[in-house]
């Protein structure tokens, strides 16, 4: 089961704080378990490991297997919370290079999270010899980075197979009633499957919007679940054994000590978008009324040798949070060379796995020393039963971090910022104010 742990924490917080911040935390994880604080309304993914839908996860299942059954290829098209879940889970359990490995299941591209037009058309390319399906995901239903995205993905399927054949490629995850999206998947008869009212997309990754791709993969989307049930169990004990609690704690008072930065760090490539993902769960929960963690990310041992200078030396502003994975799948031992050229021979016969174990010890003591507090999540291996897990106790932790904020946890009112600029710049009717404003300033 997953763990969290302190590596000297009191040289750097030498009062206990675990008892003062008690209170607080009941406070902030009876708010989550009753949906009774600011932005309850945002709290279903509290108990849905317990309650989610089975007949639509069963839904699920089956599109997948037909997506696996007559397509090559399967387009995500969503930004933020509508995309970084899956694209982390399946990164994790499946590999980064996913794509480039031979296997019997569909490559899974990641469109419509951005404006570049060579990103755009890199994909169109790659789908454009071979069959495939389009999950469109929004659930707004009204964003502009997929929707735009999503038209030139319709018009390539409906090129491909005509209107008829398209219809039966296309698969809308969106809300359930409202928005552009639902209206033209129920006109057009595309399957659609629900983001529901209560869950922000953000903590959207166990609902359809991360489980339909996530599945197309193979991946095992029941023990996704089942981990995560696991961890709401254990969240649901309101204490210091919750390994949520003990993270949202100690995060909390090095915040409150003068250590705006928290970096999370792992020592494998296949968690990057993982990384990618809790950054966007704590930056946009977090990060408003002028205060929160600045969540950033490295992945180690590559960032030793660029970030790490800073870590060691730089402005002692932050704080590590270093996932450990567990072993890797595979073992790979150092081969033995007679002439021992590169003098490398002290470490022949090792296993990676010990050679990488030797360089996280290392680094915790080095940064430690360094003046740089270490928070370590302990997992059990790469599995979707320990990644669910995983998944929960970050989510749940940042909603207890949140409240002991005194922020509302599930909101992003700052998000709207650009997008109303955008918009008006771009000529959207009902911005004709705006943008004569904005033309003027940027015109200075
Ligand atoms: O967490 C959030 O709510 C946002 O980051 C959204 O996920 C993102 O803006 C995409 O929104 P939508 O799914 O409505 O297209």
Redesign the pocket.
């Given at each position: 089961m997953l763990d969290v742990k302190l590596f000297q924490m009191k040289s750097f917080l030498p009062m206990p704080y675990e008892d003062a911040l008690s209170p607080r935390l009941k406070r902030a994880h009876e708010k989550l378990q009753n949906a009774s604080g600011v932005g309850g309304e945002f709290t279903g993914w509290v108990h849905l490991p317990r309650d989610y839908d089975r007949e639509e996860f069963a839904r699920i299942q089956a599109a997948a297997a037909k997506i696996r059954s007559d397509s090559k290829a399967l387009v995500v098209i969503?930004?933020?919370?509508?995309y970084l879940g899956a694209r982390g889970v399946i990164d994790c359990l499946c590999s980064p290079n996913y794509n480039l490995k031979k296997k019997d299941t569909p490559n899974v591209y990641f469109a419509g999270n951005g404006l570049s037009a060579d990103a755009l058309q890199e994909i169109l390319d790659l789908v454009e010899d071979v069959d495939f399906s389009v999950n469109i995901?929004?659930?707004?239903g009204t964003?502009t980075e997929?929707a735009v995205a999503f038209r030139f993905f319709r018009e390539a399927l409906e090129k491909k197979y005509g209107h008829e054949g398209a219809k039966s490629r296309i698969y809308a995850t969106t809300d359930k009633a409202r928005g552009a999206l639902k209206s033209l998947a129920d006109a057009e008869g595309w399957e659609t499957f629900v983001v529901p009212d209560d869950i922000?997309?953000?903590y959207s990754v166990l609902t359809a919007v991360g489980l339909l791709p996530i599945a197309v993969t193979g991946a095992d989307i029941t023990e996704l679940m089942a981990g995560a049930e696991d961890m709401m169990k254990l969240c649901e004990d309101g204490s210091y054994n919750c390994p949520a609690w003990r993270y949202a704690a100690i995060r909390y008072e090095l915040y409150r000590s003068g250590r705006p930065i928290e970096l999370l760090a792992c020592y494998d490539p296949a968690f990057r978008f993982m990384t990618e993902w809790w950054k966007?769960l704590y930056g946009?929960s977090e990060g408003k009324d002028g205060k929160g963690l600045f969540p950033a990310s490295v992945e180690f041992t590559a960032d030793l040798h660029s970030m790490g200078q800073y870590i060691q030396d730089g402005k002692r502003i932050m704080f590590e949070t270093v996932v450990r994975l567990g072993d890797s799948d595979r073992q790979l031992c150092v081969p033995a060379d007679e002439a021992n050229g590169d003098g490398l021979n002290f470490l022949a016969g090792k296993s990676m796995d010990y050679i990488r174990s030797r360089a996280m010890d290392g680094t915790l003591l080095a940064h430690t020393e360094g003046g740089v507090p270490n928070i370590i999540v302990e997992v059990d291996g790469k599995t979707a039963r320990n990644l669910g897990q995983l998944i929960y106790f970050f989510e749940y932790s940042c909603g207890l971090s949140g409240y002991l904020l005194d922020v509302n946890p599930f909101d992003?009112p700052g998000?709207e910022a650009y997008k109303k600029n955008m918009f008006a710049l771009l000529g959207k009717p009902g911005y004709e104010d705006r943008k004569a404003e904005l033309e003027l300033k940027l015109n200075k």
């Open positions: 969503g930004i933020g919370g509508s995901i929004s659930k707004s964003t997929p922000g997309g953000r966007q946009e992003q998000v």
